[in-house]
């Protein structure tokens, strides 16, 4: 299984980015995924996640702002996020789970949002 993560990028507070996750080796249709971050200093927290059957996940910080959403004819995650603040700039990752539960990573992209 293999996760390629694509999307960051610097942009001011107020903007927009999409961050794409695309997998391999693993059918997404199938899968609970997500989009997790970790900034300088402080531990990876849950962002967004989405089941196989579509029903999603926000945190608090990201609810209203944030949409998590799947192709699964290309086997791919995103993550659409406006209104962007500097306290979302992290290191964002996606995530999948595999039917027996066992998580895989991506590589994880920059996130930068300045004041």
């Known amino acids: 299984v293999q996760l390629q993560a694509s999307g960051g990028g610097l942009v001011q507070a107020g903007g927009s980015l999409r961050l794409s996750c695309a997998a391999s080796?693993?059918?997404?249709?199938?899968?609970?995924m997500g989009w997790y971050r970790q900034a300088p200093g402080k531990q990876r927290e849950l962002v967004a996640t989405?089941?196989?059957?579509?029903?999603?996940n926000y945190a608090d910080s990201v609810k209203g702002r944030f949409t998590i959403s799947r192709d699964n004819a290309k086997n791919t995650v995103y993550l659409q996020m406006n209104s962007l603040k500097p306290d979302d700039t992290a290191v964002y990752y996606c995530?999948?789970?595999?039917?027996?539960?066992?998580?895989?990573w991506g590589q994880g992209t920059q996130v930068t949002v300045s004041s």
């Open positions: 995530n999948v789970r595999d039917q027996f539960g066992v998580p895989y």
């Open positions: 080796g693993i059918r997404i249709s199938l899968s609970a």
């Open positions: 989405i089941t196989g059957g579509g029903s999603t």
